[in-house]
């Protein structure tokens, strides 16, 4: 169920960046990425006895160079490797407290990350680049310490999948209804401007 999930949460997000975005250079940039991340989610390498996630390494350095490029301030790049490190922190932290069910754990993890980026980034822009570096640089760091120390994963790449799609999805819902609303009070705004010049 979890994979279906976030293969649909992708493909409706790509479907919305290409056919409602403006064209602009950053249409282009998350069209191409999402289409990569859905062509190549279920594909694994393994490096140094390590599976790793071509997917999850292409969303890492596919965001490093959108962030490089987009010229951030230095202070961005460690919320990145700040929101790495308590990504990593967190889904250990379920190894060694599993009192949470699966779906729950996710939950506030989604809640987590939604309300930090609130507070870390200003644009939806930054949100978006700054989680896609911080949720897969964490998520490689989780693997290579469970994999360091023979640990069973409980969170597996769907799991990252579904949590990296969903976050995406509720910034896109959260972005999309304060637009609505400011669309709605400006229209409001110039209806009563026109109505006291009427009168």
């Not at 859905?38 to 890492?60: D, E, G, L, Y």
């Not at 310490?145 to 896109?172: A, E, P, R």
Request: hydrophobic residues 50%.
């Amino acid at each position: 169920m979890n994979e279906y999930f976030y293969i649909w949460t992708l493909w409706i997000l790509w479907c919305v960046v290409t056919f409602l975005l403006p064209k602009t250079s950053h249409r282009y940039y998350y069209g191409f990425g999402i289409l990569v991340v859905i062509t190549t989610a279920q594909i694994n390498i393994i490096f140094n006895h390590i599976p790793i996630n071509i997917a999850v390494i292409f969303i890492w350095i596919y965001s490093i160079i959108g962030f490089i490029y987009s010229k951030q301030h230095i202070k961005k790049y460690l919320y990145a490797i700040g929101i790495s490190y308590l990504y990593a922190s967190y889904f250990l932290w379920r190894l060694t407290s599993p009192i949470w069910e699966q779906q729950l754990f996710l939950l506030v993890g989604l809640i987590l990350a939604f309300l930090l980026l609130q507070i870390l980034a200003k644009n939806t822009h930054d949100r978006l680049f700054l989680w896609s570096i911080a949720s897969s640089g964490g998520h490689l760091l989780y693997r290579i310490i469970c994999s360091s120390y023979n640990v069973k994963m409980t969170v597996s790449d769907t799991d990252f999948f579904v949590l990296y799609s969903s976050v995406i999805l509720l910034f896109i819902m959260h972005h999309t209804w304060i637009s609505f609303i400011q669309r709605i009070e400006y229209t409001v705004n110039k209806f009563s401007y026109n109505k006291r010049r009427l009168n």
